[in-house]
């Protein structure tokens, strides 16, 4: 059986053709009037708007190019083909054509062409097919960097040095940080450039007035701490970082012994290096002779401008901006290029350096801070703790098991009391020895301690609650004591006469005990907050740290009237339009006040409301009485006839209305 393999592609091939698809229905009357009178331009009518009444019509014959123009030149402002860029005017035109215009440059061609991938992979496979694609690019010119003087590379011992947890020489640490202050003094580059220093490969080689005392006393020490941690560190790379990756600590066959550590390197510092590797989204790395890697950061669309200027394999000049834990950050330093200068051509940057996420890491405010990232956003509490009644509730009495809250002293207590009362039901089965010595305690499941099951009450199925509670948690010997002193005192009391009321036992002492002890706790923490608030409002600072919790938006920034179902909120709100339902009918209203009836000078006498319920009334009884009209049999005309035929069957009908009266039985 034949298919028509279009029957089923879209929705509209199930419709009638348009030329049978029946029209809408239109009054011979208004047919005519309908077609030629419009009270607006067809571009200004919205579609959801009611039938106008033709009656109030606007005869409006402009048309609607020069009623445009017209409305340019009365607001003084150019048309949008005016200021439209020559792309845009270009795709604008394009797209009103409505045809395919064919392609003829060889350019336009061969892109055509490309969109094919056979004919794709073809080019591609061609040898020279990349220089000849990256030839007919622009590259621009390179960066000229200068600076006002010479660029000094720094011989100065890092400031924190030495690194925790090593020991130096106190005297010899001093006599480097001296250093230190001498950074303040300006040095006059030009004498010694005069005196023979321009190029110096080795500090020996450096002459004597330079003071570089203190910098070699650095490196001794900094050489011991190399000597005697250098497996160390080698070790905790392998502990941490399971493949390398550039940025992170070099080992192997990558390792130089003329490598130098962390602790060598400092914020500030000007290193000579070469580019090793780039990434997308992370940035470009330079070898500055340490075993660490700088980063760079540059990620995303950035690299567009900065991938003429840094290139794998050439030679930079970086400046250290931030060194950090190699064991938190991924990359400990932190750089910026200083030759060649390309601080403005990065746009995006890294809001905060990235951090390692280790399995250890269960505290996540910790790790914020650790990361310099700030604290995590607490939703603000609806009660203020120092106007809350204290707490006497410890946690060792109230515990909770698997959402449910317990007393874990008072389910002792139970258990304990339950032991006893069991150990006197039967006094020849525990006659030598106790319960606690029956149970295998090896045997006791600490995560299902808990169990939820039903049970019958009274032939009434309810709920129930089994706790397993473990014999090691019990003290049986002073439940014993306890109950053989009550036991006495009991007997002691009935000898006398007297009853005998137990007040307290051990168990409800202890929860007592706990919960006076949480109180005083509780005491103590208020009374520690109103004291810091009362510092902290004596000294003007804020009463709550700052980000700890979410800002409540309504209060600083007031209600959010944001709705983006409103036209006022969209992105290309330029006013009201004045096509909407209510400036429609202000013209509509204005247009029938000033519209004559009958002669030219009178008015209308009636407001606009009562018109249009008026006309309405009218075009709806002129309607009921053309259906009445329409369903009423048309009665044919009789043809004349001069005899006068008498029905007699008529004429004496008693139910006649002219013979009712006359004709009786």
């Not at 040898?127 to 621009?140: C, K, S």
């Not at 746009?347 to 700030?374: A, M, S, V, Y």
């Not at 106007?387 to 098991?401: A, C, M, N, R």
Request: hydrophobic share 30%.
């Amino acid at each position: 059986m034949a298919t028509t393999p279009a029957a089923a592609t879209f929705l509209h091939h199930h419709l009638p053709p348009p030329s049978l698809r029946p029209k809408p229905y239109l009054r011979p009357r208004l047919r005519r009037i309908a077609a030629s009178l419009n009270p607006s331009p067809p571009d200004e009518t919205p579609a959801a708007d009611p039938p106008v009444i033709p009656s109030i019509s606007i005869k409006n014959t402009e048309p609607e190019e020069v009623a445009r123009r017209r409305s340019w030149v009365e607001h003084g402002w150019a048309p949008w083909e005016e200021i439209m860029t020559p792309e845009v005017a270009f795709a604008r035109h394009s797209l009103n054509e409505g045809e395919e215009v064919p392609l003829q440059s060889p350019e336009a061609l061969e892109a055509f062409r490309m969109l094919t991938p056979a004919y794709r992979k073809k080019k591609e496979a061609e040898p020279g097919y990349m220089e000849r694609l990256f030839a007919t690019r622009d590259t621009p010119e390179p960066l000229e960097t200068t600076w006002a003087g010479r660029l000094p590379l720094r011989l100065v011992p890092p400031r924190d040095w030495p690194p925790p947890g090593w020991e130096v020489d106190p005297d010899e640490l001093e006599f480097i940080r001296e250093a230190h202050r001498a950074q303040s003094e300006r040095l006059d580059m030009e004498a010694a450039a005069a005196s023979g220093v321009t190029d110096v490969e080795k500090l020996e080689d450096a002459p004597e007035d330079l003071s570089l005392d203190r910098y070699k006393m650095f490196l001794k020490q900094y050489k011991e701490w190399v000597e005697a941690n250098r497996d160390r560190l080698e070790q905790e790379s392998y502990q941490y970082d399971q493949d390398y990756y550039p940025g992170r600590r070099k080992r192997g066959k990558d390792y130089r012994e003329d490598m130098h550590e962390l602790p060598f390197y400092y914020p500030g510092q000007i290193c000579y290096g070469q580019v090793t590797t780039v990434h997308l989204h992370q940035g470009a790395f330079v070898d500055i002779g340490c075993v660490h890697d700088g980063w760079v950061p540059i990620k995303g669309n950035d690299w567009y401008w900065i991938r003429h200027h840094i290139k794998p394999g050439m030679k930079v000049y970086v400046e250290i901006l931030a060194k950090r834990d190699p064991y938190r950050f991924r990359f400990p330093l932190e750089m910026r290029f200083v030759y060649p200068n390309i601080d403005h051509l990065i746009f995006n940057r890294f809001d905060f350096p990235p951090i390692f996420h280790r399995k250890e890491d269960t505290n996540p405010e910790q790790l914020w801070r650790e990361g310099g990232r700030p604290p995590i956003p607490r939703k603000k509490p609806l009660k203020d703790m120092e106007k809350e009644p204290l707490v006497s509730d410890h946690p060792f009495v109230e515990t909770v098991y698997q959402e449910a809250s317990c007393s874990q002293l008072w389910e002792w207590h139970n258990a304990e009391q339950m032991i006893l009362d069991y150990e006197e039901q039967n006094p020849d089965k525990f006659k030598d020895t106790t319960y606690e010595s029956t149970v295998d305690a090896s045997t006791f499941d600490e995560e299902n301690r808990v169990e939820y099951t039903e049970g019958y009450f009274k032939e009434t199925l309810l709920k129930k609650k089994v706790v397993n509670i473990n014999i090691k948690e019990l003290d049986l010997d002073a439940a014993r004591a306890e109950r053989q002193m009550i036991k006495k005192l009991k007997k002691e009391a009935e000898e006398r006469g007297e009853e005998y009321k137990v007040r307290k036992l051990r168990r409800n002492k202890e929860m007592d005990e706990y919960d006076l002890m949480q109180w005083r706790r509780s005491f103590e923490e208020r009374e520690t907050l109103i004291r810091d608030i009362c510092c902290r409002k004596a000294l003007g600072l804020p009463i709550e740290e700052p980000g700890r919790y979410d800002v409540d938006e309504t209060e600083v920034y007031g209600k959010d009237y944001y709705d983006p179902e409103k036209p006022m909120y969209r992105y290309d709100y330029w006013g009201e339009p004045k096509n909407t339902e209510k400036t429609k009918l202000e013209r509509e209203v204005e247009l029938h006040n000033q519209q004559v009836v009958g002669d030219a000078k009178k008015w209308c006498e009636m407001s606009y409301d009562d018109y249009v319920r008026k006309k309405l009334r009218l075009e709806a009884a002129e309607a009921r009485a053309r259906q009445r009209q329409a369903s009423e049999p048309q009665e044919e005309e009789e043809e004349y006839d001069d005899g006068m035929d008498l029905d007699l069957k008529k004429m004496t009908d008693p139910h006649a209305p002219h013979n009712r009266f006359y004709i009786t039985k």
